[in-house]
């Protein structure tokens, strides 16, 4: 099965080498510091790479990583992180990338308070606002998260996690948005839907984005199923035969049934055969008996 959420730890390596650096570059400008601001992004730089190189010795051959090892390494670059910034105290990319360092840990208290510090120095940094916004999600407060998510897609607004993060937040706490009267119900669904094919349109070959979007029609109250439809057969087309496609099969025969055209979802079932989908296409038959 395609997954639903991404991998916190690997959208985390990403976002540390294109959020951080980045912030470093847009903000090394002719001011007159020019030549110190050169020597902390190099410096920062450097810091950066080493964390990654040390992520990169630390995966296993599965693809998980030896947490050992890890933890050994973050304990290193806690005490380079910490020396950076009492160097360069006013730098905001440096708490960008630290507070990255620690929420991959874990650590997301403490990293929330580096995010908090970056914003008072650059209150333009997208990848800052996002974070904020993801540390409200994690203390129970979706409705507050609303203006850090709308506010890292203005500042960047090509990049599609930022609107695959909107999606997820109106998605997962509609009700909580509903009740504080933050949207109407119709407006709400519009928007939802409108983040995820808009990441989707973005995410180039990342097939979890276009999914989301595909799955976004089980989210709202009154879906289009024709337009549904038309959103998973796209994403079939990217797809391998076998599994991935029995498993579009599958939505597609789902949306049939809910769309009142059983037929045609008896006809889709016909062609899951993947024993690892068996359980799925046999409630399906369930239903439509």
Partial sequence: MLMRFFSRLLLAVSITATGALSAAADTSRDDGLEETRTLAFRNLQRIVQDE??????????DGEYDVERVREGFQ??????????????????????????????????????????ANQLDPNIPVVKNQLGNYMVEEGRPVNALPYYLAAIELEPEEPLYHYQLGNLLAEFRREFLEAEAYEAG????????????????GGEEIGYAYRYAESYYDVDDPDWSE??????????????????????LQKANIHILAGNPARAAELLEDVTAPVLRGNRDRLRERLE
Avoid: C, H
């Fill in 52 to 61: 990654e190189r040390m992520m990169e010795r630390a995966r296993l051959p």
């Fill in 228 to 249: 549904a439809l038309a959103a998973w057969s796209a994403l079939e087309n990217r797809l391998r035969p076998g599994v991935e496609r029995q498993t579009v099969f």
């Fill in 187 to 202: 407006v709400l669904d519009r928007s939802l839907q409108e983040a995820f094919r808009k990441a989707s349109e973005l």
């Fill in 76 to 117: 290193r670059l806690v005490s380079r992180y910490e020396a950076f910034l009492g160097d360069n105290p006013e730098y905001a990319p440096g708490y960008v990338a630290y507070g990255l360092m620690l929420d991959r840990a874990g650590e997301t208290r403490i990293a929330s308070a580096m995010f908090l510090r």
